[in-house]
């Protein structure tokens, strides 16, 4: 169990060490790339800028002179004559508001610079937002309207040609710095474009790196599962080896004491004089005899099973009446004393079975109905057709079978936990029989029990009507 969870826990962690790892590196492709696109996109709109300089009459700003002159010119008077400085502060704000306003509206740029981007194949929707960062009305004594601490170490920045890619590109992409000025105004702007597509537009590059990615962890984590259950199947498998030759060990052991026992006796000089010890002696010889070779013959038969099909030797029988005589014999056997009530709905039923195994089958439920009971065994049996089907109830009111054990008491060799103390003997093969013979005759068998309560097993045999 130690081993198991050690295992289990190493793996979980290389997992968890192997997907963080991916993250990591899918999170510097991401940032990369966002870089490359900033990048790539600058490097466009420097070239764009370009093109428009040399290839166009304007720049695209025409009509924001136009307006911003005839606007100058008659705040530019008012604005030196303000005394009061609320008042003034007030005015420089609406001013600024205004050139804001008419950059950001009345320009034509970003329809030439989209223009190009789409004539070159390139992502041509883009945001754009003009920011205003010195803004200065020139009079007798020039007024500063604004001036951003950005703007100024920007301004240092550019200077000393210092502008790191990484610092445009971590939002908006920078494409230009602008001058304009006239006689009564100075102001300095920055153009910027941004992509609403961008994430989509790097996804796609990033899409292939991403799927592989995620392809790999998938296969690894499903090698690792199929690895685990297999690692863990093959030690259940050898645990139940190791159990079966143990119980099977104890299981031929019994009666060959007995039989050894019993010739010993039989040279017994006072028992050679007595007939009737003698005829006990050979009919207990004779009995363990047959469970021996009963014990081996299921052993044979089963490892027999695993290398050809199940032949069935079918003939048409009365159901209810096979019944009572299988249940009869059972008694007549030993039966331990059981107290069986039978309870049928099948008069006249007839149905096609091979007998020996439809036998060995009912007798497998029964015998551990009586086996795995701490008290009187009582036995209640049930037989019905439902859908097509034959249907054989045997219930105990045994000790029960735990949920976890349930699902595997058909396995082969499979013994409940109660059942590897030599408490309750046996091989784990009489449940495995049940099923198989269940299933060669195209049904299958079902349990239902309850720990301490008892245990139901259901045989279900589809028929045609006879
Ligand atoms: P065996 O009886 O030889 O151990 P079986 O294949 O007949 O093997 O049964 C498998 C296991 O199922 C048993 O070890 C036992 O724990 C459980 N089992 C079978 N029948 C019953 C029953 N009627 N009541 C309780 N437990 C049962």
Known sequence: MKKRNTVQLLGIISIIILVSVQVFIIRGIWKQKDEMFGLRYTMRSQEAISFINRRMPTDGFDTVRLLLKDYSEKVNSEIHAIKDSNELEARKKEILDYFTGVVNKEQDFSGMLSAYFERRGFEKNFNYSIVINNLEMIGNDTIDVYQSKEFSNRQSTMRSGRTSA??????????????????????????????????????KETSVSLLMSIFSIMVVVILFMITYRNLMEEKRLSNLKTDFINNMTHELKTPLSTITVAGKTLEMVQIRTNEEKILETAKLIGKQSIHLNQLINMILEISMWERTQFQLDKKTIEIEEFMHDIVESFKSGGGNGASINQKYNLSGEKIDIDVVYFTAMINNLLSNAVKYSDKEPVIDIEGFTSDNSLCIKVADNGIGINRSDQKHIFDKFYRASTGNIHKFKGLGLGLYYVKRIAEAHGGDVSVSSKPAKGSTFTITIPYKLK
């Open 166 to 203: 990484s610092e445009i590109s971590r939002s908006k992409i920078l494409v230009n710095w602008f001058r304009m000025e006239d006689n009564n105004y100075r102001f300095f702007f920055e153009y910027f474009i941004d992509f609403s597509d961008k994430q989509k537009l790097i996804l």
